[in-house]
């Protein structure tokens, strides 16, 4: 923010400069004059012509754009250098922390199709020698950041992520290492030599020559590659497309001068984002392939009046195969490429400001400054925006292990008291965890217990009649020197209640314990994560020490159902409670289902009726068996009920209220001697300590942008 601010009042006060004496190219270059109607001619100094509805500066003159020190004055150049490294430095270090994701940063991307001369361009503006050869060269976008600096020597340095996400930079001592640096990035970023990536590789560097300048160049469109095929154009262009839909990002679109303008795609897609055309900027390229008698349609383009863009052209010319074979200097270029456009028969007509390398990275430079000026107060926004964010994330992890052993113990004491108070509010469903419900789940539990155990009575089984020779076949045997019909068949009804009952129940109350143990570790370790999270060691301690405590309330919890079904053994009820039941419908349904057809009568009749006099000793029999039955049944409905709530409180008040008091007692055991805990503490977790250094690093960043 600071930077963004210095620079904004320096371009103040060099506004003020150019104003009052009408040279230099204030603080949008000699580029900066193209209008709707093209351009007016030859140059003349101090003119200035409307363009996207802002006036220009004033346009400078041949010589004045000359000016052996890339068309600025001296004064002038230095003062306009000062403004412009300090923000394009805060642009490139808010990029490199990966913002550009969250903060629009204006950009100058490089657009054009495979094999247009796009290194050649660059190569001219930056004084470094790009990769160069046949098919996809650039398989990656490449972030070229330029800073010219006062003292001799030069520097470079290269940083990308490999394909295996390693993060690699080096430093870079002479220019011809860039190439091969560059195309080795590339090789590790990919798979195939075909294969673009999307991730982009940063390059910076430092020289008394080189423009204060940062250009991200873009793959060239392919429409056809040996790996990926006729894919590689739509992966191309989807590239292009993240970069250049962005409104703060300026669009240079590299065009040869010798082939048909309307066939370039790479214009056609800046026109698709931009078709007003206010944020492109075209590069004429290769202007002595010219075809011999269109030299007057190519001037034309040149000079903005065919295709208009209200940034106009720079026409470039740059090394050729065979001085490049030759090993010829990019100052040797420059020179030659002066002569050639002040010399051509027809492209002499140019102004100064329409063609050059220098020209163009001038131009770009105070493109780039400007563009960066004007979104100013929307990047100090989402800076501030940002800031708080990161500041949000810092406080929400903390600010790691205390250095001291009172602030420790301090941490400590929050942490267990925190979890024991979670613990508690979640076993008494009190709880405001939303995902940690466990009395709400442990709820589901209990209703499945209650619904298996009402399953084993008598009147919704399955297996009545089996139960009903069953019973019959005991009352026979249970019979000794007693007359018929004074049979003692109470016995009988015990063993049914013992055998056929209570044997069913016992598995569906050992099933509700396991369910509800596994419900209690799993909040238990749930809350211990959120809590604990940050030191894995400490949070696997407090984790050995719950399973412990859950471990010995389980067992209490077991104990206490083996001690239910020992009192239940014993066959016993109110009479009241017992008599209310056994005049129940289920008891009608229980004799429906058994009742014993009549020798020649219809299915459904009775045999026996409760008001008749048996009539045989095989009568009596039936009789006492459904009494038995339905005896049993009244008793069974009763344990039903008792055995529902038993069960379920012996289980929750173990391993729900019992264990939050263990916890806590065993919690408070520990903060009265915590020193051996220290140690655990200490040991944070390394992705938390990762990301807060991220943070930090990221904050300050920012906050000396």
Not at 84 to 104: F, V
Not at 230 to 258: D, F, N, R, W
Not at 564 to 585: M, S, Y
């Amino acid at each position: 923010s600071q930077a963004f601010r210095s620079g904004s009042q320096a371009s103040s006060h060099q506004k003020l400069q150019v104003d009052s004496d009408g040279k230099g190219f204030g603080s949008r270059s000699s580029a900066s004059t193209y209008g709707d109607s093209g351009i007016d001619g030859g140059s003349s100094s101090g003119s200035s012509v409307e363009y996207g509805g802002r006036k220009s500066q004033p346009i400078p003159s041949s010589d004045q754009a000359a000016a052996e020190d890339g068309a600025f004055s001296p004064e002038l150049g230095k003062a306009f250098r000062e403004c412009l490294k300090p923000c394009l430095d805060a642009i490139d270090c808010l990029r490199a922390q990966g913002l550009q994701r969250d903060i629009r940063l204006p950009a100058i991307a490089v657009v054009g199709d495979q094999s247009v001369g796009k290194s050649s361009v660059l190569e001219a503006i930056s004084g470094v020698e790009l990769p160069r050869g046949t098919g996809i060269v650039t398989r990656c976008p490449l972030m070229l950041s330029m800073r010219s600096r006062d003292e001799p020597g030069w520097s470079a340095r290269i940083k990308y992520q490999t394909k295996s996400g390693q993060n690699q930079e080096k430093n870079l001592n002479t220019s011809p290492e860039i190439g091969q640096a560059i195309r080795e990035a590339q090789n590790e970023m990919t798979s195939s030599p075909g294969e673009i990536s999307e991730h982009i590789i940063e390059l910076w560097v430092e020289s008394p020559e080189a423009p204060d300048l940062t250009l991200i160049d873009l793959p060239g469109i392919a429409r056809f590659s040996a790996d990926s095929g006729y894919a590689v154009a739509g992966i191309t262009k989807s590239l292009i497309m993240s970069y250049i839909q962005k409104p703060e990002v300026i669009i240079l679109v590299v065009i040869p001068c010798h082939v048909d303008i309307e066939t370039v795609e790479a214009l056609s897609l800046a026109k698709e984002v931009d078709p007003e055309s206010k944020r492109t900027i075209g590069v004429l390229t290769c202007p002595d392939l010219v075809n011999p008698g269109s030299e007057s349609e190519v001037l034309a383009l040149m000079q903005n009046r065919k295709i208009k863009l209200k940034k106009g052209y720079v026409s470039v010319r740059c090394r050729t195969p065979q001085q490049l074979k030759d090993n010829m200097s990019l100052q040797q270029a420059a020179r030659e490429e002066e002569v050639f456009f002040r010399t051509h028969r027809h492209f002499r007509a140019l102004d100064k400001f329409e063609y050059g390398t220098k020209t163009l990275a001038v131009k770009l430079s105070s493109e780039l400054y400007d563009a960066i000026k004007h979104n100013i107060p929307e990047l100090m926004r989402e800076i501030q925006v940002k800031r708080e964010d990161i500041c949000k994330q810092l406080e929400s992890i903390g600010e790691g292990p205390p250095a001291h052993n009172d602030e420790m113990k301090g941490l400590l004491a929050r942490m267990l008291n925190k979890f024991a108070t979670d613990f508690a509010n979640v076993s008494t469903g009190t709880h405001r965890h939303e995902p940690d419900r466990l009395f709400g789940r442990c709820r589901k539990h209990w209703e499945t217990l209650a619904d298996e155990i009402e399953q084993c009575a008598f009147s919704d089984r399955s297996d009545v009649t089996a139960m009903w020779e069953a019973a019959k076949k005991d009352i026979e045997e249970q019979r000794g020197c007693e007359l018929p019909g004074f049979d003692n068949v109470y016995p009988v009804v015990e063993r049914l209640v013992r055998n056929h009952f209570l044997k069913l129940v016992r598995e569906p109350c050992s099933n509700f314990l396991v369910s509800v143990n596994q419900e209690v570790d799993e909040t238990m370790r749930t809350l211990a994560d959120l809590v604990f999270g940050d030191y894995p060691t400490f949070n696997q301690f407090i984790k050995e020490v719950c399973e412990g405590i859950r471990t010995g309330q389980v067992d209490l919890a077991r104990e206490q159902i083996k001690n239910i079904f020992t009192e239940e053994e014993f066959v016993f009820t109110q009479d009241r409670i017992f008599l209310l039941e056994k005049d129940k419908p289920y008891n009608e349904k229980l004799r429906l289902q058994h009742r014993k057809p009549e020798s020649g009568g219809k299915s459904g009749e009775a045999s026996i009726s409760s008001e008749k006099p048996a009539a045989t000793m095989q009568d009596i029999v039936e009789r006492n068996t459904q009494r038995v039955l339905e005896g049993a049944e009244a008793y069974i409905r009763v344990a039903v009920r008792r055995l529902q709530d038993t069960i379920t409180l012996a289980v929750m008040h173990y391993m729900l209220h019992k264990m939050s008091e263990k916890l806590r007692e065993s919690l408070i055991v520990l903060v009265t001697e915590p020193q051996p805990l220290f140690d655990k503490l200490r040991e944070e977790n390394p992705l938390i300590s990762a990301k807060r250094r991220h943070l930090a690093d990221q904050d300050g960043e920012v906050g000396s942008c």
